[in-house]
């Protein structure tokens, strides 16, 4: 059985061969650890790295321009971004429309040719459709995907967290008009992967806090779960598969989310509770589990790492599917438990 295919049987629940699992290292993490020492753990772990080959020379690792330390960045829609923490997206210092005395003279980048993030003229869709089609041949999983953020918080990078949040409260016109515009730029993005034939279109958008979600629930009910309704039209009549992803806790959101139609919610573990996900999304949904990273993978012994990873496929994994893993490894973690994750995830890939 190809990726691909084990892939879609989780997604399914048509009984996949393995837990597929993405493990990937934040950029940061190439100037806070030796690299050789990353070297040596992707290596022993052929299982998560099947296509690792260790560089012949210094390593460059992938640095966005909203991810460059001390060097702020303005992205395609206007807003300052800056990081302290070279690899690490920051946040936005610069809030474009955080008056609306701007909004009459406003305009939107071009989804033609740009995500958002890089100015307008960098995007190739013909190198992405081209990227696209070689996956097919290569019979693997292909995805297209939004930018992160590409709703809610894209309204809070033009406007400001609170600005928005008292925006809705008072059902301002001029948010709705705003929203319409993020709306049309998304859609556009959506329309040209779905053009493409991809498998899956993700729609990457953190909505919690550590405690609850960014919003009410009736707040997103009335502003953001609609237009959500709308940019995932195109790709679940074309047949996608559809990916949600939230940081944070979304507990009093998942209903309104799967409600949706997704097919796999990426939520992150200890924050919303492991039980808890087992209680209320297994079987329902496919459940792509964010192992945690701020308090046992962190914190904890190299044993208490290799419980958590077992629990978690214990209690949410099944010979149907329904379990996909996802792992983002920031600085700060101890070798000794970036080695226990991976022995464990390696480990139990296979028990379904």
Same mark, same amino acid.
């Given at each position: 059985?190809?990726?691909?295919?084990?892939?879609? @049987?989780?997604?399914?629940?048509?009984?996949?061969?393995?837990?597929?699992?993405?493990?990937?290292?934040?950029?940061?993490?190439?100037?806070?650890?030796?690299?050789?020492?990353?070297?040596?753990?992707?290596?022993?772990?052929? @299982?998560?790295?099947?296509?690792?080959?260790?560089?012949?020379?210094?390593?460059?690792?992938?640095?966005?321009?909203?991810?460059?330390?001390?060097?702020?960045? @303005?992205?395609?829609?206007?807003?300052?971004?800056?990081?302290?923490?070279?690899?690490?997206?920051?946040?936005?210092?610069?809030?474009?429309?955080?008056?609306?005395?701007?909004?009459?003279?406003?305009?939107?980048?071009?989804?033609?040719?740009?995500?958002?993030?890089?100015?307008?003229?960098?995007?190739?869709?013909?190198?992405?459709?081209?990227?696209?089609?070689?996956?097919?041949?290569?019979?693997?999983?292909?995805?297209?995907?939004?930018?992160?953020?590409?709703?809610?918080?894209?309204?809070?990078?033009?406007?400001?967290?609170?600005?928005?949040?008292?925006?809705?409260?008072?059902?301002?016109?001029?948010?709705?008009?705003?929203?319409? $515009?993020?709306?049309?730029?998304?859609?556009?993005?959506?329309?040209?992967?779905?053009? $493409?034939?991809?498998?899956?279109?993700?729609?990457?958008?953190?909505?919690? $806090?550590?405690?609850?979600?960014?919003?009410?629930?009736?707040?997103?009910?009335?502003?953001?779960?609609?237009?959500?309704?709308?940019?995932?039209?195109?790709?679940?009549?074309?047949?996608?598969?559809?990916?949600?992803?939230?940081?944070?806790?979304?507990?009093?959101?998942?209903?309104?989310?799967?409600?949706?139609?997704?097919?796999?919610?990426?939520?992150?573990?200890?924050?919303?509770?492991?039980?808890?996900?087992?209680?209320?999304?297994?079987?329902?949904?496919?459940?792509?589990?964010?192992?945690?990273?701020?308090?046992?993978?962190?914190?904890?012994?190299?044993?208490?790492?290799?419980?958590?990873?077992?629990?978690?496929?214990?209690?949410?994994?099944?010979?149907?599917?329904?379990? $996909?893993?996802?792992?983002?490894?920031?600085?700060?973690?101890?070798?000794?438990?970036?080695?226990?994750?991976?022995?464990?995830?390696?480990?139990?890939?296979?028990?379904?």
């Amino acid at each position: 059985m190809n990726e691909r295919e084990n892939t879609l @049987r989780t997604i399914r629940f048509e009984g996949p061969q393995w837990i597929p699992v993405q493990f990937d290292f934040n950029g940061s993490c190439w100037h806070h650890y030796d690299e050789q020492d990353l070297f040596d753990l992707m290596e022993q772990h052929r @299982r998560l790295f099947p296509n690792f080959k260790r560089p012949e020379g210094p390593s460059e690792p992938h640095i966005a321009p909203w991810q460059l330390e001390h060097k702020p960045y @303005r992205d395609a829609w206007g807003s300052v971004w800056e990081t302290t923490d070279q690899g690490v997206t920051g946040a936005v210092t610069e809030h474009p429309l955080e008056q609306w005395d701007q909004f009459a003279q406003y305009l939107p980048p071009d989804p033609a040719t740009t995500k958002g993030g890089l100015p307008e003229g960098s995007l190739d869709w013909e190198e992405i459709a081209r990227h696209v089609r070689i996956q097919k041949e290569q019979q693997r999983f292909t995805a297209g995907t939004l930018p992160h953020g590409h709703t809610f918080l894209r309204l809070t990078y033009l406007r400001g967290y609170e600005n928005v949040i008292l925006d809705m409260a008072d059902d301002d016109s001029r948010l709705r008009e705003l929203l319409g $515009m993020v709306e049309s730029f998304n859609l556009y993005l959506v329309r040209r992967y779905v053009n $493409m034939g991809v498998d899956q279109m993700g729609y990457p958008e953190d909505l919690g $806090m550590q405690q609850g979600p960014m919003l009410s629930p009736d707040q997103f009910r009335t502003y953001i779960k609609p237009s959500f309704e709308r940019i995932m039209k195109p790709a679940r009549d074309a047949g996608c598969l559809l990916h949600m992803h939230s940081d944070g806790d979304v507990r009093e959101l998942t209903d309104d989310l799967l409600a949706l139609g997704i097919n796999t919610l990426n939520i992150q573990d200890l924050v919303n509770g492991v039980d808890w996900v087992r209680d209320n999304l297994k079987g329902r949904v496919c459940i792509d589990l964010d192992i945690d990273r701020q308090n046992i993978v962190r914190f904890g012994t190299a044993q208490d790492v290799k419980d958590l990873v077992r629990e978690e496929v214990e209690k949410l994994s099944s010979p149907a599917g329904g379990l $996909m893993m996802h792992v983002d490894i920031y600085p700060g973690i101890p070798l000794e438990n970036l080695r226990a994750l991976m022995d464990a995830l390696e480990e139990h890939m296979t028990n379904k």
